[in-house]
């Protein structure tokens, strides 16, 4: 009886070790811990998910693949600008963009060129539906020149007779302002990576300075005085456009797309 027990215990180690050994080397069976072993094992496990958390956390996540974006629109602040602008995606739906815009116009009498070069900020393109925020920020420059022309009726000693002289004058003004613009605007069309906006603000200099010149020292029959008063004149005339403070009224048409 009690080789028959020994025979059936030397077949069941040796079948343990021969089926146990592949399975113990493959880690599906674990060798015992102590209750210590266990706890340091639990802790090492919640510290390596705090700080996996942590780093998700300190990673913010773009809301949209797109990495840049290009835009062509009007800027409507009188007088109107064509504009061009590049943006950058950042995190949580902000972007950044660098602006530029020209517009110039000649008639007879005056010539006008303005330029505008600025940043501009915005949110909520692709978190929102229908609504954006922006925000601009730069410096706008405008040149008038404003032909004039003055007639004189000079007597001629010798004959007695009249004659109508004819000056021709040009005032000359450059004004450099800072604008600050802030807006809401409307996503009208989006599909994929374009999309059609209009925006509703305001464009207010917040800093400006204007200088006026002309092309010629004396006109015959003014005085220096007359000249001086004549020149303050135009400056209030202008300064009376260029310091206000306009409705922004901007349309844009704006393509994302993907670098990286």
Same mark, same amino acid.
């Given at each position: ?18 089926? %146990? ?21 639990? &802790? ?6 705090? !700080? ?9 996540? !773009?809301? &949209? ?20 602008? *590049? ?18 116009? @000649? ?23 229908? *609504? ?8 706008? !420059? *405008?040149?008038?020149?404003? @032909? ?12 007695? #007779? ?12 450059? $004004? @450099? ?20 906006? $209009?925006?509703? %603000? ?16 004396? *006109?015959?029959? !003014? ?11 135009? $400056?209030?005339? $202008?300064?009376?456009? &260029?310091? #206000? ?6 349309? %844009? ?8």
């Amino acid at each position: 009886m009690l080789n028959v027990f020994s025979r059936f215990f030397l077949l069941f180690a040796i079948g343990a070790f021969v089926f %146990g050994s592949p399975l113990y080397a493959k880690g599906k069976i674990k060798p015992p811990h102590s209750s210590s072993e266990e706890d340091d094992e639990n &802790a090492e496990q919640t510290e390596s998910k705090s !700080k996996d958390t942590d780093k998700k956390k300190k990673k913010p996540k !773009k809301l &949209a693949t797109e990495d840049f974006g290009i835009s062509a629109g009007l800027m409507t602040f009188l007088p109107p600008y064509p504009s061009i602008q *590049i943006n950058v995606v950042l995190p949580k739906d902000f972007q950044l963009g660098f602006e530029f815009g020209y517009v110039a116009f @000649s008639s007879t009498e005056f010539s006008i060129k303005s330029s505008y070069m600025g940043i501009d900020f915005k949110y909520g393109m692709f978190s929102s539906d229908a *609504i954006f925020y922006g925000l601009g920020l730069g410096t706008r !420059k *405008i040149n008038v020149d404003d @032909s004039e022309e003055y007639r004189q009726i000079v007597p001629n000693e010798t004959t007695g #007779a009249s004659t109508e002289q004819v000056s021709y004058v040009t005032w000359i003004s450059d $004004i @450099s302002q800072t604008l600050i613009m802030p807006r809401v605007g409307w996503k009208v069309y989006r599909k994929k990576g374009m999309s059609m906006t $209009i925006s509703l %603000g305001i464009a207010a200099p917040i800093g400006s300075r204007h200088d006026m010149t002309r092309d010629v020292e004396t *006109i015959p029959g !003014k005085s220096a005085a007359d000249l001086d008063g004549e020149k303050d004149q135009k $400056i209030k005339d $202008i300064d009376k456009y &260029a310091t #206000a403070t306009l409705p922004l009224l901007s349309f %844009g048409f704006n393509y994302y797309f993907d670098v990286w």
